[in-house]
């Protein structure tokens, strides 16, 4: 079976792990496991997984811990698991940015649907990712019009290349149009807001 995906599964309950772990490579994904926030960071950065399925509450590093770490440093999506559901918790989910948030306890039958789900909604930013990836390789692969809208963004913010880049990246996700598009969208932009103040 070919594989669907990678996802690194994090959780201090070694039987949930290893229910998780089980369930989810029977469904044919690739898994990494982690039974602590430190490990689960360390094996993030070494293996580049796809996603990322973390519970809440753990000794030493959070999920939560771990899930900003991932966002910032790895660009990673994650996924909660959580026997708790109090809104604290849940305004927290909310602010980090995750995937989706799944109340223990689990049956893998409900897990495997809800990391599909995540897998459909991350595939519609691939071809985000893959523009990204020809930045960083090669950037004169980039279409003239994304290179100028990145240029525009780097004059307007002061950031670095790969930083407007990533703006540009996050925009199009955000409101969901290709990355070609949006570009054009922000040039057309910038055209109508000089055009009163040229000579």
Not at 65 to 92: G, I, K
């Given at each position: 079976m070919a594989q669907k995906g990678k996802i690194l599964v994090v959780d201090d309950d070694r039987l949930v792990l290893a229910t998780l772990t089980h369930g989810l490579a029977a469904a044919g994904y690739e898994i990494i496991d982690a039974d602590n926030g430190d490990d689960a960071i360390l094996l993030a950065r070494a293996h580049k997984p796809?996603?990322?399925?973390?519970?809440?509450?753990?000794?030493?590093?959070?999920?939560?811990?771990?899930?900003?770490?991932?966002?910032?440093?790895?660009?990673?999506?994650?996924?909660?698991?959580?026997?708790?559901?109090?809104?604290?918790?849940?305004?927290?989910?909310?602010?980090?940015?995750?995937?989706?948030?799944?109340?223990?306890?689990?049956?893998?039958?409900?897990?495997?649907?809800?990391?599909?789900?995540?897998?459909?909604?991350?595939?519609?930013?691939?071809?985000?990712?893959?523009?990204?990836?020809?930045?960083a390789q090669a950037g004169d692969v980039m279409s003239q019009t994304i290179a100028m809208a990145v240029g525009v963004l780097m004059h307007r913010y002061s950031l670095p290349r790969a930083a407007a880049f990533e703006r540009l990246q996050r925009l199009a996700v955000t409101e969901s149009r290709p990355l070609q598009v949006q570009a054009e969208r922000l040039l057309d932009a910038v055209e109508l807001l000089s055009k009163p103040g040229e000579a």
């Open positions: 796809d996603l990322a399925l973390l519970d809440i509450r753990m000794e030493g590093k959070s999920g939560f811990d771990v899930a900003a770490y991932l966002r910032e440093y790895c660009q990673m999506p994650f996924m909660f698991l959580s026997a708790f559901s109090d809104d604290e918790t849940v305004a927290q989910v909310k602010e980090l940015g995750a995937v989706a948030y799944l109340v223990k306890p689990l049956d893998i039958r409900q897990i495997v649907p809800a990391v599909e789900a995540a897998f459909a909604q991350l595939s519609k930013r691939q071809g985000v990712d893959a523009a990204n990836t020809s930045l």
